[in-house]
């Protein structure tokens, strides 16, 4: 009986584990600038939004964020210019990364969001 139990508490948690499992880089078929985009994503974007869902943290989630017209919540087009108008100066509670960002870097980080 017991053993039944850690058992079916240990699938539990496996599942849950599978779940959160990150991808590797080459699980995710990332090119080299990619990985630098991700790396980038991973330094300064990700504690407010997440790569992989829609679900909000303090900045929407930005799964598929190219592959719609728009912006979910600004409503703003969804191409390279404004999205990197948006990592240069920021909006509202985002901050603005001009100051810490190289142009090479946030061409990387927009390949990489192009992944998503
Ligand atoms: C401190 C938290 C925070 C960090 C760090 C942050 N953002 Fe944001 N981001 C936000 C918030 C909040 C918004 C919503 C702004 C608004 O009110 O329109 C936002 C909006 C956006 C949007 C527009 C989303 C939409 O649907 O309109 C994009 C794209 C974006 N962020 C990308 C990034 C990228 C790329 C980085 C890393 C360089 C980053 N953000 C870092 C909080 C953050």
Redesign the pocket.
């Known amino acids: 009986m017991f053993a039944a139990l850690v058992w079916s508490l240990s699938l539990v948690m496996f599942a849950a584990c599978d779940v959160q499992r990150r991808k590797s880089d080459a699980e995710l078929g990332l090119n080299p600038q990619q990985i630098a985009g991700r790396k980038?994503?991973d330094s300064?974007?990700d504690?407010?939004?997440e790569p992989y869902s829609t679900r909000g943290?303090?900045?929407?989630g930005?799964q598929g964020?190219f592959k719609h017209q728009y912006?979910?919540?600004?409503?703003?087009p969804a191409n390279d210019e404004r999205?990197t108008d948006?990592?240069r100066v920021?909006?509202?509670?985002?901050?603005g990364?001009s100051q810490t960002?190289s142009q090479q870097d946030t061409q990387d980080?927009l390949a990489y969001?192009h992944t998503l």
Request: net charge positive.
């Open positions: 980038i994503y300064y974007c504690r407010c939004h943290k303090k900045g929407p930005l964020v912006l979910s919540l600004s409503g703003l999205v948006i990592i920021g909006r509202n509670a985002m901050p990364y960002l980080l969001m």
